[in-house]
């Protein structure tokens, strides 16, 4: 239909490939993509993608794919047992972050990110990694043997709730095909017991060169790269009768496929609606035709969701939350869907069902109107263009990601400049006809190929409609004689009338931190830095002390979800559906923030669309009004998440641990559905008009590449016109109760999937905000969180994530170090993994791991240099120097390199161990 519908447009023509990326095969088959790019600067990423995953895996092999993931990071030809791991830390790779890999159906990715350029020999490093990963993986006995239990670890943690319906039910949503079967995470069975032989077996007949793709993008020279590869990986032979990847097909269902599926740790009802249709052919995707049906599907997507948007906001709708998208079916890239994900109100599951199919008839009969096209259109191409105006700092791992799928699904990868030229010629050439005929094609009124899982919470007693009443409810509804959809648009500016304008009294500047410090008329305080980190990009953050303070523990249940209810709020006249339409094509966002002893707003924007972020944000402080509408519905669907939480073992966890550390503090607590049945929508509106009523105490940032003359004027116009009294008596009060000394809370849980969790948390006593404690706290958690991972995961395989985080405490007057460790246990090797995070600390204390140090600082000091090329690190930097009167960025890198073993022993000992206060929450199953 769309190859008809655009031919009558468009010539027919391919897309041409980006000239700067360049491609390449060796003799054996193997295909590489390299390309230099500097954003960021001085740092290159390497992958290498197979064409295989689960559904390569034999009967006997069902989850080996991802086990033999997991044994490349355990020893290979030229980095022995954890070699590679350590070393890659040891050149400022982050493992899990920049170092990571995953394992799906048709593909299995690996990856090594943001590796620093300065030394050749770390790039010739990486190359080898990618060729031992390709075909040098040691696969021994004994490192078999040793990661079964991490894989099993990973299953108890990851396979819970969703997961673990479709692992059931994934035979019965692909009825005759083998994708049912293969599952990426595999059967336990077989991770417990196969042979290692039977793994081998695997890696020997899959992973060939002519199934890999390697990518190297970055601050590199091509051609030495080139030659490297050439060097490296034309030796590797591919065997004479090797086995083909063959497509696996899934065939039509010409009846309806209905499935209900339930399980203890399912936190919502839902219904997930596939009607399939086949995929868009490989063959085709590097025709233009390729992208106008993309774009089309994309449209048509974009205008549904939109309407669902106000479909669940009407007080009377069944309906939660729904979302459409059109692509992949669940986990087969050789079948195609319409994709519809229902969440329906607590009771009302079957009228939910059939309101959000109603819709999709609706669209299917009428169509959409020109007033949705014309917002979705210009959404589209606003964003199309931010891409393109920003086309020189586009980010190497997105290259990346888009290299793999072009390798794997290839997908098109013309260049910007060309998509974006192609793009503009083809938009406007495409009537909503078009889209109105792909809607009838794509949603269907007939049984064949629909596809229809309920997936249920599994409460005891509970009863639940019967797989007959799905059938009867879509029957119902293919019948129904519905209107078209009318599109209520306010056509009115934001603001019709601009505010009294203020003045800038003062401008100093900093040299050393590179901004400007205005002081307005309303006592209102500016910072503003300008960067061209990103053209398309200006971030703004405004914050007073105050927060949750200002009103104390008695208004906790207001306090806890005021943010969200202010962010989804009305502005004006305008209510949250028609802010949406009225910002169609602008590329802004604004949010309120409310923490203990601050509150805010914060948002982003383009260059092109600031005035409209000056009068969002000038609208927040002065004119938010009632939306009950989206209110309600956002209580109700935090109300349906809460209602089952006892079921989920992280939250319950995490609750826990709030309460230990807090001292049953309800402002640290999870909200309760009773809880939100106390909220006063007023009083939290009455609240805002504390807090942002009076602005004379708030600071603004502005960071970003804007014109400075434009930003001013909008300044003048909008942040000095804000309502002030000239002084403000907030102030951000402590809020929090800390627990002082020991606190043990070890208790059980009745548990689907049986795991035990367990943290060992260390806070210090009150301290002055400093970089050098930052950067120690920093280190101290990294060195533990490799020792912990070292021993918990690696040695004793008692946990798939064991580790430390550090946090810097500094919602509240005083400030306070805290030291985590964390592990998601197997429960038979709990106890004695737990020992390990003392063990791990005293180790630390008496003797801090020289080698774990230096590898820290490397990984420090090469983020050091990504993340100061971001906005979003820059707003802190900003925060915190204006807050504090520390600069946390001109000395940062001299105190990283200066840190001695010597600084952390004392550090651990003077500050964090000093203060006894030590918090142990376990949870085991019961
Ligand atoms: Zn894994």
Redesign the pocket.
């Known amino acids: 239909m769309l190859l008809a519908g655009m031919s009558v447009h468009a010539q027919m023509q391919k897309i041409p490939t980006d000239e700067s990326v360049r491609i390449g095969k060796l003799d054996n088959g193997l295909t590489y993509y390299i390309r230099h790019n500097g954003y960021p600067e001085k740092v290159a990423s390497f992958y290498i993608a197979q064409k295989v995953g689960s559904v390569q895996e034999n009967e006997d092999q069902r989850g080996l794919a ?1 086990l033999l ?2 044994m490349a990071f355990n020893g290979s030809d030229h980095f022995k047992d954890n070699a590679l791991q350590e070393y890659l830390q040891s050149i400022g790779v982050e493992y899990g972050r920049n170092l990571n890999a995953y ?1 799906s159906t048709d593909q299995t990715v690996y990856y090594i990110q943001d590796v620093p350029t300065t030394r050749i020999s770390a790039l010739d490093s990486c190359l080898l990694v990618l060729k031992d990963w390709s075909n040098g993986i040691t696969l021994s006995a004994d490192g078999i043997n040793q990661e079964r239990d991490v ?1 099993h670890n ?1 299953y108890r943690m990851r396979i819970i709730g969703m997961q673990k319906i479709l692992e059931q039910k994934l035979p019965e949503l692909y009825p005759g095909s083998l994708y049912g079967q293969r599952f990426p995470i595999g059967l336990m069975k077989v991770i417990d017991g196969c042979s290692p032989e039977t793994l081998r077996a695997y890696y020997r007949k899959w992973y060939r060169p002519d199934n890999q793709g390697i990518i190297i993008v970055g601050d590199i020279d091509v051609d030495r790269t080139e030659q490297k590869i050439k060097e490296l990986f034309s030796d590797i032979k591919v065997p004479a009768n090797a086995a083909k990847v063959v497509p696996v097909e899934v065939p039509d269902n010409y009846e309806a496929i209905y499935v209900i599926g339930k399980d203890k740790e399912q936190p919502a009802n839902l219904f997930l609606v596939n009607m399939k249709h086949d995929a868009f052919p490989d063959s085709l995707k590097n025709d233009v035709s390729y992208m106008i049906m993309d774009f089309a599907r994309n449209m048509l997507t974009k205008m549904l969701n939109e309407r669902f948007v106000e479909e669940c906001q009407k007080a009377e709708s069944p309906l939660l939350q729904t979302a459409v998208s059109d692509g992949m079916y669940l986990i087969s890239r050789t079948k195609d869907a319409l994709y519809l994900q229902v969440v329906p109100k607590e009771g009302q599951e079957l009228e939910g069902l059939a309101t959000a199919l109603r819709e999709l008839k609706r669209a299917k009969d009428f169509g959409f109107t020109d007033t949705e096209y014309e917002r979705a259109k210009s959404n589209y191409t606003s964003q199309l263009e931010k891409i393109y105006n920003n086309r020189e700092k586009y980010k190497t791992n997105d290259y990346c990601s888009q290299y793999v799928q072009n390798f794997i699904n290839l997908e098109p990868i013309p260049s910007i400049e060309t998509e974006y030229t192609l793009m503009n010629q083809i938009v406007p050439m495409i009537p909503v006809n078009i889209i109105n005929m792909m809607a009838k094609e794509l949603i269907s009124d007939t049984d064949t190929n629909l596809v229809v899982l309920a997936a249920l919470k599994d409460i005891e007693g509970k009863k639940y409609f019967t797989i007959d009443d799905m059938r009867k409810t879509v029957a119902a509804v293919r019948t129904e004689k519905l209107e078209a959809f009318v599109d209520n648009v306010i056509q009115e500016p934001l603001m019709a009338q601009l505010p009294q304008k203020g003045s800038i009294v003062k401008e100093t500047e900093n040299a050393a931190l590179g901004y400007k410090e205005l002081q307005l008329s309303n006592g209102v305080k500016v910072l503003m830095k300008k960067t061209d980190f990103n053209a398309e990009e200006i971030l703004m953050n405004a914050t007073s002390a105050g927060g949750a303070s200002v009103f104390g523990t008695s208004e906790v249940d207001n306090l806890q979800v005021a943010s969200y209810i202010l962010s989804s709020s009305g502005m004006g006249k305008f209510m949250q559906t028609d802010l949406k339409k009225v910002l169609a094509g602008k590329q802004v966002s604004i949010n309120f923030s409310l923490d203990n002893s601050r509150h805010g707003i914060s948002g982003s924007s383009t260059p092109k669309d600031l005035e409209t972020l000056m009068q969002l944000t000038h609208l927040g402080f002065t004119n938010l009004t009632k939306d009950e509408k989206a209110v309600n519905t956002l209580i109700s669907t935090l109300k349906m998440v809460l209602s089952n939480i006892s079921a989920n073992n992280d939250a319950v966890f995490e609750d826990s641990v709030q309460s230990v550390i807090y001292k049953n503090n309800p402002l640290f607590r999870t909200p309760t559905p009773e809880s939100l049945d106390r909220i006063s929508y007023d009083r939290v509106l009455e609240m805002a008009r504390k807090l942002y009523g009076n602005a004379a105490n708030f600071t603004f940032t502005f960071v970003g590449n804007y014109d400075e003359a434009v930003l001013k004027q909008f300044i003048e116009q909008y942040i000095a016109s804000l309502p002030s009294k000239g002084t403000s008596d907030l102030t951000g009060k402590e809020m929090r109760t800390f627990a002082k000394g020991l606190v043990v809370n070890k208790f059980d849980k009745k548990m689907e999937n049986p795991q035990a969790q367990a943290n060992e948390i260390w806070r210090s006593n009150a301290l002055k905000y400093s970089l050098s404690n930052n950067v120690l706290n920093d280190i101290s958690s990294r060195l533990l969180d490799m020792t912990y991972n070292r021993e918990i995961r690696e040695r004793l395989s008692a946990a ?1 994530h064991a580790g430390a985080k550090g946090e810097v405490e500094t919602d509240g007057p005083e400030i306070f170090m805290l030291i985590t460790g964390n592990a998601q246990l197997n429960p038979e090797k709990a106890q004695e993994a737990i020992k390990e995070f003392h063990k791990g600390m005293d180790a630390t204390v008496a003797s801090p791991n020289v080698e774990d140090l230096n590898k820290i600082k490397q990984i420090l000091l090469k983020q050091a240099d990504v993340d100061a090329s971001t906005n979003r690190y820059w707003i802190s930097v900003l925060d915190r120097w204006n807050r504090f009167g520390v600069d946390i960025y001109t000395n940062y890198k001299k105190t990283v390199e200066t840190v001695t073993p010597k600084d952390i022993s004392n550090y651990l000992k003077k500050v964090i161990l000093k203060s006894r206060n030590h918090y142990e929450v376990e949870m085991m199953p019961q």
Do not use: F, R
Request: hydrophobic share 15%.
């Open positions: 991802h993931e997991h394992t894989v990973e798939y």
